[in-house]
């Protein structure tokens, strides 16, 4: 396995010339994350750098980043006619349900495109850039991939040949892997809280039967 130190090396080459990268969050070492949950891009644009919670020693601290994302995010105002925010984004909210219910499991939470635009469709075509993720991918080799939205899906669709079920696992090869990856909707609707907790702990007893066969 690569050693985080020639990891943090590669990133940024990667991420040089990349004004605000969004690449990752994870806890600690990202080399360590056998399960991806996988987005479009982010939704909520920061202030705060990637790199204000990287360490070439550790990994990402993804406490620090959270309290600075909650901050910046009741520090914004309100677009026009909005009376409120949520604490947290409805995204954010299902993933820290599903990667609670994935404990003691480690999550790499990613995008296919490391740029933030508050809407999908604000994204601008030469963001549109998966090769970040793609060393991601290549490099850590999950075996779980948790993907949400059609665009995710379609990815990995056309990177394995093959057709995959949405709401269920499929058994795939990626980068000579086999691994397993599970399409669901976008987590930004329709998701209850219940039903994030339920993935979550589905998604921990297909790797604890996975892991003991």
Known sequence: MM?????????????????NPRPFVCTGNPLECKVFIVGFNAATEMKAQFWNFWSKDYGFDKKARFDTYVKERAEKPLKEGKTRRLKVSRTRSCIELITGALLPEQTLETNLYITATTRANELKKESMDPSTFSFLLSTIKPKYL????????????NLTQSTLEQNRPNKVII????????????????WSNERCKALGAELKDLIDTSEEA
């Open 3 to 19: 050693k985080l130190l020639d990891f943090d090396s590669q990133l940024k080459v990667r991420l040089a010339e990349i004004q």
């Open 146 to 157: 948790l993907v949400h939205g059609k665009e995710v899906k379609t990815y990995f669709e």
């Open 175 to 190: 980068h000579g892997v086999q691994s397993i990856v599970y399409p669901v909707s976008h987590l930004s609707r329709g």
